[in-house]
């Protein structure tokens, strides 16, 4: 019975290391500051792609974003085009304010409320969603982390994760589009 255990117990372990795990802490006085809802109010447009966990290409997609607020409360309007790859053509998040720099948002394919930390440039979502693969569908987690880079551009990277194990990765370059 010990020999099972021990040998749980050292995969867990060396598992447990092979998922992304950032500080974002070490971004809280890094500037320019990210404010989530004074860059996704209005008109924003994205290009990304995804990588499964060896590298690969899986999918190529812009998104075209329309960001309203409304008090303590975005909503994000978001449509997909894929150059290659398919997924999910349209998502509808609300994304509530809960506290300076805390949030909590909700979309259709979202399994629960997604988790929302402001840390200077940086700001981390977490959530859980169901992604179809090949006529099945996996439960994964995401690790969202976004950068201002300046007022206009961010950077997104999402370590997508099964098990404790990063099993995918997106990185997406977000611009806001010219007031009209």
Known sequence: MIKPLLVWCVCALTLSGCATRLDGLQYQAVEPRFDLFGFFEGSVTAWGLVQGRDGELIQRFRVDIEGRVDGDRLTLDETFTYGFGEG???????????????????????????????????????????????GRSFDVRFEDWFWAVDERRIMNRSYLQKFGLDVAEVTLFMERQADP
């Open 88 to 134: 999910v053509t349209h998502r509808v998040w609300t994304i509530d304010r809960v506290a300076p720099g805390q949030y909590r948002g909700q979309a259709g394919d979202v399994l629960e409320t997604a988790l929302g930390q402001a840390y200077g440039n940086a700001f981390r979502w977490t959530y859980r969603m169901s992604i179809p693969v090949g």
